[in-house]
T-cell receptor, first 111, second 115 residues
Framework: QKEVEQNSGPLSVPEGAIASLNCTYSDRGSQSFFWYRQYSGKSPELIMS????GDKEDGRFTAQLNKASQYVSLLIRDSQPSDSATYLC???????????FGKGTRLHILP | DGGITQSPKYLFRKEGQNVTLSCEQNLNHDAMYWYRQDPGQGLRLIYYSQIVNDFQKGDIAEGYSVSREKKESFPLTVTSAQKNPTAFYLC??????????????FGQGTRLTVV
């Protein structure tokens, strides 16, 4: 089982709609989870971190964590063309003290 | 300005040649990481270090070497033993934390091409 898994996409969402990105992880002891945005040819940018079960909101972004199901999600409200990018889910693996990334989901916002 | 600096931005390597990629941070971060990204792929961990003078292998360490002699610096050497080194190399750093890890911040990356 891969440590952090995401659907590769592409996920196409109309402008103004809600984009929903999902991620699962294997290490039940992980406590910290992150969402990064990566534009083509650029380095990843940290956009959200979440540590507790439930929702965490920051502007148009909401991260959701369900530790019982080992599931993390990112919702992007009022999607804009500038949100088109690859979104990487990452988890801090407490057993090894390292940050592991999923392969990323390509998001395409349709104007 | 605080940040992570990788150099060079582009690097060309001849077959059989070792090259070293630089990564420097002035964020006072304890942990530093090296990842490799191939086209259309996610990030794969090469090496990481939680403290000076200590580092661990990641998932794809073969053909690479690192050192951590200073807190601010974590250079990566791509040796001739790495058979397919053409990739985008990303360095990251973060604070260490026992419980909540605040997340890693990335440099701008180095594109390595074998010619």
């Amino acid at each position: 089982q891969k440590e952090v898994e995401q659907n590769s996409g592409p996920l196409s969402v109309p402008e103004g709609a809600i984009a929903s990105l999902n991620c699962t992880y294997s290490d039940r002891g992980s406590q910290s989870f992150f969402w990064y945005r990566q534009y083509s040819g650029k380095s990843p940018e940290l956009i959200m971190s979440i540590y507790s079960n439930g929702d965490k909101e920051d502007g148009r972004f909401t991260a959701q964590l369900n530790k019982a199901s080992q599931y993390v999600s990112l919702l992007i409200r009022d999607s804009q063309p500038s949100d088109s990018a690859t979104y990487l889910c990452a988890a801090f693996m407490n057993r090894d003290d390292k940050i592991i990334f999923g392969k990323g989901t390509r998001l395409h916002i349709l104007p | 300005d605080g940040g992570i600096t990788q150099s060079p931005k582009y690097l060309f390597r001849k077959e059989g040649q070792n090259v070293t990629l630089s990564c420097e941070q002035n964020l006072n971060h304890d942990a530093m990481y090296w990842y490799r990204q191939d086209p259309g792929q996610g990030l794969r961990l090469i090496y990481y270090s939680q403290i000076v003078n200590d580092f661990q292998k990641g998932d794809i360490a073969e053909g690479y070497s690192v050192s951590r002699e200073k807190k601010e610096s974590f250079p990566l050497t791509v040796t001739s033993a790495q058979k397919n080194p053409t990739a985008f190399y990303l360095c990251a750093s973060s604070f260490s934390a026992d419980f909540t890890q605040p997340g890693a911040f990335f440099g701008q990356g180095t594109r390595l091409t074998v010619v």
